[in-house]
C-alpha cells in the first residue's frame, strides 16, 4: 500500500498570502488528522477530519482551516499568513476516527513565511 | 504543568545499551503513542497501547494506568536508533485530541 503523501513538501510564502496544503491518506483510511510542529512548540494538534466532517479542533484561531473530501483527500488552508506559522505541517491518517487508532503520518510540508 | 511530561530530555548510549525512555501523563487517555522521528522530520508511528506491553523487534513498551505512566525500552541500541522519540495521549475529556510531550532527543554512538 501507498503510504500517505502530502504536497507540496516545501514553501515560501510571504506574510498576508494564503497557503493550502494536501494530504492523501492511506488507501481505505477515513480519518486524517493535522499537525503543526515548531521548535518552540513543538507537536500541536490542529484538527481530525473524519467522511469529510471535522471531529475535533485544536487551539488554533479562525485563520486554519481544512476540508476532507469524498475520497478522504484532505486540504489545510491558512489563510492571512504570519511569521509565527513557519513550521512542519504534518498529516496523518487512520482507520477510524477519534485519534484511538494507529496513525500512520506523511513526510510533512515545510512551510517559510517570511 | 504540561500534561505529557517526558523524560530524559536528551539520552546519549553506547551501541549496545539498554535504553529507557519515560512518559507520565495527568490527565484521564484513552490511548498512548510512542512515535519516532527522525531527522528531515518524518514521523513513525513504533506503539499504540491502552494497557500492558507490546514489543515489536527490540522495542518495548509499557503502560501502566493506574500510575499514569508509559515507558519505551530499547534493546540492544545501534546508531540507527538515534532519532526524536515522542509520547503522545488521546484524551477523552478534549474528543480524543492527541496531546504530545516534548520528545526525547536519542543519540547512540558506534
Known amino acids: 500500500k501507498a503510504g500517505v503523501t502530502q504536497t507540496p513538501r516545501y514553501l515560501i510564502k510571504t506574510r498576508g498570502q494564503q497557503v493550502t496544503l494536501s494530504c492523501s491518506p492511506i488507501?481505505?483510511?477515513?480519518?486524517v488528522s493535522w499537525y503543526q510542529q515548531t521548535p518552540g512548540q513543538g507537536l500541536q494538534f490542529l484538527f481530525e477530519?473524519?467522511?469529510?466532517?471535522?471531529?475535533n479542533k485544536g487551539n488554533f484561531p479562525g485563520r486554519f482551516s481544512g476540508r476532507q473530501f469524498s475520497n478522504s483527500r484532505s486540504e489545510m488552508n491558512v489563510s492571512t499568513l504570519e511569521l509565527g506559522d513557519s513550521a512542519l505541517y504534518l498529516c496523518?491518517?487512520?482507520?477510524?476516527?477519534?485519534?484511538?487508532?494507529?496513525?500512520?503520518f506523511g513526510p510533512g510540508t515545510r512551510l517559510t513565511v517570511t | 504543568k504540561n500534561e505529557v511530561e517526558q523524560s530524559p530530555q536528551n539520552l546519549t548510549a553506547q551501541e549496545g545499551e539498554f535504553i529507557t525512555i519515560n512518559c507520565s501523563y495527568s490527565?484521564?487517555?484513552?490511548?498512548l503513542h510512542w512515535l519516532q522521528q527522525h531527522p528531515g522530520g518524518g514521523i513513525v508511528s513504533l506503539f499504540m497501547?491502552?494497557?500492558g506491553k507490546k514489543k515489536h523487534g527490540r522495542l518495548i513498551a509499557t503502560i501502566n494506568i493506574q500510575e499514569k505512566h508509559s515507558s519505551l525500552h530499547i534493546t540492544a541500541s545501534h546508531p540507527r536508533d538515534s532519532a526524536v522519540y515522542i509520547c503522545?495521549?488521546?484524551?477523552?475529556?478534549?474528543?480524543?485530541?492527541?496531546?504530545f510531550g516534548a520528545g526525547t532527543i536519542l543519540r547512540v554512538k558506534s
Open positions: 497501547l491502552s494497557s
Open positions: 488507501s481505505g483510511h477515513r480519518s
Open positions: 503522545a495521549v488521546s484524551v477523552p475529556k478534549y474528543g480524543n485530541k492527541l496531546v
Open positions: 490527565v484521564g487517555i484513552s490511548a
Open positions: 477530519y473524519f467522511s469529510e466532517t471535522q471531529r
Open positions: 496523518a491518517s487512520s482507520r477510524g476516527t477519534g485519534l484511538v487508532y494507529e496513525q500512520y
